[in-house]
């Protein structure tokens, strides 16, 4: 039975310059169909699932669903969650307050994650952004003094044009902030965002090598823990749903382009808001491209997904990486370190560890 429930909310008010995600912009007069469509796949799966642990509602701009909304698809959920299920919204800081996180708690959220991205105007327009500084200030307090159990900040780095100020600037705010969770990413241009049609330039390599690593160590300094590559946590406040997916945990995805991976089988939904909500009134379920995965394809994934953590991986569950004899070389490296059919990279490995798995495993 599927413990993890991941929840596609797609409607954006306008679509950011580095965005690849499936979003609907606009088009908020089509919500209540696909809340109907939603909770109709919804009914259509419900015998996979057995006690939910955690449940993602992510977007697009989840918020812009507006509380009554969301309370409608918890409603639905509540007679399936386990004991002290962690339920998380996406929030963008320009689509909520105090009253709105405020119903939102009262309908079952037990954590938020607000899409900051910046605290710098100045990225905030090169990322077009809506939100201002002082908004994504305030969202966050307004968070902080509802009650919900963990409040998150999402920001990125390596922004085109991003200077050493504008990045110490960012982490002695948000270290000042005393959040819960802190999401750090560096921006990848995707192919078809309006950054990479402007030809914009992410930093140089060692510019972003060296703001990743004192983004680490400042908040190391502060009390975080460095759970996994791109993410940070108070104790107690790790991302339950996130550490799912990078155990390799089966999901299940409900919404316009969700992606589920259950009994070895992968699948993502119907990309279209219209597409989607027609076949889910006509046959219950959305159309889906599944993919079987392979043995091979499930050990590699294993072994990339778990040397993203700062926990040992047990090679008796994730099988045996592809070149076996490198795990002596990059030990003797001091990238990693072996014990007792354990892996786990070292400090210095974690900064580089997209080179030691390309040196364990082979991927395509």
């Not at 509602?57 to 918890?74: E, N, Q, S």
């Not at 996130?242 to 382009?257: E, F, H, I, P, T």
């Not at 926990?311 to 370190?337: F, I, K």
Request: hydrophobic share 45%.
């Amino acid at each position: 039975m599927i413990r993890h429930l991941y929840v596609h909310l797609p409607f954006c008010a306008s679509r950011c310059g580095y965005c690849g995600f499936v979003v609907e912009v606009g088009a908020l007069d089509r919500r209540d169909a696909y809340l109907a469509a939603l909770r109709g796949e919804l009914a259509a799966e419900r015998s996979r699932l057995g006690a939910l642990e955690t449940v993602y509602l992510g977007g697009g701009t989840p918020t812009l669903m507006r509380p009554h909304r969301i309370a409608h698809v918890l409603g639905d959920l509540a007679p399936m969650l386990a004991d002290g299920a962690e339920v998380s919204i996406e929030a963008n800081p320009e689509t909520v307050d105090r009253a709105a996180f405020g119903k939102l708690r009262r309908a079952g959220v037990t954590r938020v994650s607000i899409g900051a991205q910046s605290f710098q105007p100045e990225l905030l327009a090169s990322l077009e952004r809506q939100a201002s500084a002082d908004q994504v200030r305030r969202a966050i307090a307004c968070a902080q003094d509802t009650g919900f159990g963990s409040v998150s900040v999402d920001l990125l780095f390596g922004v085109p044009g991003q200077t050493t100020t504008q990045l110490e600037a960012d982490i002695a705010e948000v270290a000042a902030l005393g959040v819960d969770h802190i999401s750090w990413y560096e921006l990848e241009i995707k192919p078809d965002t309006a950054l990479a049609r402007m030809g914009a330039q992410v930093p140089e390599e060692d510019w972003a090598a060296d703001a990743y690593e004192s983004i680490v160590a400042r908040l190391e300094a502060g009390g975080y823990r460095w759970y996994e590559t791109a993410n940070f946590a108070r104790p107690g406040h790790e991302c339950r749903h996130s550490l799912a997916y990078w155990s390799a945990s089966d999901y299940l995805g409900l919404g316009v382009g969700a992606v589920s991976t259950v009994d070895g089988t992968r699948w993502r939904n119907t990309t279209g808001l219209a597409a989607y909500i027609g076949e889910v009134a006509a046959q219950g379920v959305p159309a889906r491209i599944a993919e079987p995965l392979d043995q091979a394809t499930r050990r590699r994934e294993r072994w990339m997904l778990g040397l993203r953590l700062d926990r040992p991986l047990d090679t008796a569950w994730a099988g045996p990486p592809d070149h076996p004899e490198a795990l002596v070389r990059l030990e003797a490296g001091g990238l990693l370190e072996t014990a007792a059919g354990r892996v786990v990279l070292t400090r210095r490995g974690r900064f580089v560890q997209n080179a030691v798995l390309h040196e364990l495993m082979e991927y395509a």
